[in-house]
């Protein structure tokens, strides 16, 4: 699945969001004479199943927890193979450029690099989700309601207009694309308690709904799976 955002201030601020304000040391990277037990311990201890490996700031590579338990652990992690040599992000990285980056070596942590490839800290899976927490906080009150079309009937032009000229606004959108489908599914924040009111002016214009949620209920069963989210990575 691949997903993209539109929301007013917070787009403002993601577009401008790199590395650099990210980027935190946190923990301390492993040395290639610390033992593969003493990687799992200092993993156990932050939560996380990736870490940098870093020689006088300079970064080596990045260790999995896989890796260390395909070896034998009480030998110097220096003497394993690494398979993330290539796992890390510039200080001006994007934060697009660090999640694409994130998801394709599947990390929990990445390695941040500065002037001269000089380690200048990492950034956590859970850095991420809290940032993403703290941005799209949805305020604002309102209603949900998630459509469903083709791939090219979308325009979230032709959907604005259509929920204006009822007096409606679009506070955030959320666009989901699926490569193996041919469909989208736009998840619309509106500025009115009111959904049928807008399910029904979407309907005229022969638009599916596929769900909607008042803001209540909606928000209410998303902070209990944040909460679950933020208890796993507590645990």
Known sequence: MRSTFVDGKAFLYLITMIASELVTQIFTPLRTSDSGEEALTVMHVYHVKHMPIVNQKQLLGTISEEDILNQDMDEPIGSYGL????????????????MAKMAEYHLTTIPVLGQDDEYMGAITQESLILF??????????????????????????????????????????????????????????????????????????????????????????????????????NV
Do not use: C, W
């Open 83 to 98: 398979s993330l040599v290539s796992a890390y992000v510039g200080m001006d990285a994007h934060l697009f450029e660090i």
């Open 132 to 233: 993403y927490a703290e941005t799209f906080s949805f305020k604002e009150p309102g209603s949900i309601i998630v459509l469903e079309m083709a791939k090219r009937d979308y325009s979230l032009a032709e959907i604005s207009r259509i929920i204006e000229s009822e007096g409606v606004a679009i506070l955030i959108s959320f666009l989901t694309t699926d490569s193996d489908s041919q469909k989208v599914f736009v998840t619309l924040k509106l500025n009115t308690q009111d959904v049928q009111r807008a399910i029904t002016t979407l309907r005229r214009h022969e638009y599916h709904i596929r769900a909607s949620f008042s803001e209540e209920a909606y928000f209410e069963g998303l902070k209990e799976r944040y909460d679950s989210l933020m208890s796993y990575l």
